[in-house]
């Protein structure tokens, strides 16, 4: 991959007009997903099952629209390794935080695994402000999360209500570290790692484990979800590790793949396996993965300082046999 492209101040003028007509069109459609979803509400009560699945097909327009926005109008590039996650299936998700745009990522599997409209993200309750957004993680049932704890014991127990009780398809996303990573995060949580005694990963932050262990313990019986998928985002712009793209520009500009590397690597684990563990084990397991995911990243890192692809399997699509 050659250096990232650099553009003349009539060239960036140019990508930002590209990208508000682009983005225009999505962000009317978002606003009417969001005010159809909101009408569907009442019938939440009556018809629940009926009521999550219109929302969820509704949420599925939108979010193609953005995935194809990034991956095809912009080619962005996603590479892939790891386990090919079973079609249909419901599953707790954990993730690495990267950045505002890791949901391209995660959406991207999500898509091939029949689950796109599915998605539920746990979001900071300040989310709910942010225009557009917020509305439509209100109206779409996402858990808000505050992290206070007497709070959020309420609010999780709303959310696991669905796949407990209506069974619900659902792929329940969470990025453990509760932050998006940057390098003074990074270095707070090494003093922190240090005074407590912790393994320190290296390209992550330490994960918060609190919200996992009560996911697990409440969905590991009793309900639709059959795996927990962990999934490791990594980035590359040029030859730096780890920076992502800003979110306008993977709306904005043209040929991502030149300038940007996208990869996600995916690991399954059977629901089976965390019955019976203590909240102990499951916070252990929480932190033995983090450990595991560093590894990932390191291995994606020398690739990169060799010049070697990350690909495993091509970006936007699956082999023909394997569509969904």
């Not at 050659?2 to 007509?21: D, E, F, K, N, T």
């Not at 950045?99 to 993200?121: E, P, T």
């Not at 669905?162 to 932050?179: K, N, V």
Request: charged share 25%; hydrophobic share 40%.
């Amino acid at each position: 991959m050659s250096g990232p492209v650099r553009y003349s101040a009539l060239g960036r003028m140019g990508i930002h007009m590209r990208g508000a007509a682009i983005v225009t069109p999505w962000l009317l459609h978002l606003l009417g997903t969001d005010i159809l979803i909101s009408l569907l509400l009442p019938l939440s009560f009556v018809a629940p099952n009926a009521a999550y699945n219109l929302s969820s097909w509704l949420a599925q327009l939108v979010w193609r629209g953005i995935q194809f926005i990034f991956t095809r109008l912009n080619q962005a590039r996603i590479t892939t390794s790891g386990v090919e996650l079973p079609p249909g299936e419901s599953a707790i998700v954990v993730a690495n935080h990267v950045s505002w745009v890791d949901f391209y990522l995660i959406q991207h599997l999500a898509d091939r695994s029949s689950m796109l409209g599915r998605c539920r993200y746990f979001a900071k309750e300040q989310l709910k402000w942010v225009p557009f957004l917020g509305w439509g993680l209100w109206a779409m049932g996402m858990p808000l999360i505050s992290r206070r704890w007497n709070r959020d014991q309420k609010e999780l127990e709303r959310v696991f209500r669905g796949p407990r009780r209506y069974q619900w398809p659902i792929w329940l996303i969470s990025y453990s570290e509760a932050t998006r990573f940057t390098a003074h995060k990074h270095l707070q949580m090494i003093e922190w790692c240090k005074a407590h005694g912790r393994p320190v990963p290296r390209h992550t932050l330490y994960p918060r484990t609190k919200g996992f262990v009560a996911t697990v313990k409440a969905l590991r019986e009793s309900s639709s979800v059959r795996a927990v998928y962990d999934l490791t985002l990594a980035y590359a712009h040029g030859k730096q590790f780890m920076e992502a793209p800003s979110m306008w520009q993977t709306l904005s500009q043209p040929s991502l793949d030149r300038d940007w590397r996208f990869h996600i690597h995916a690991e399954r684990f059977d629901i089976d396996d965390f019955i019976g563990k203590t909240d102990t084990e499951l916070a252990l397991w929480l932190e033995q993965r983090w450990m595991a995911k560093s590894d990932t990243l390191q291995e994606l890192k020398d690739k990169l300082d060799r010049d070697s692809d990350w690909a495993i399997d091509s970006g936007s699509e699956l082999p023909k046999d394997k569509k969904q």
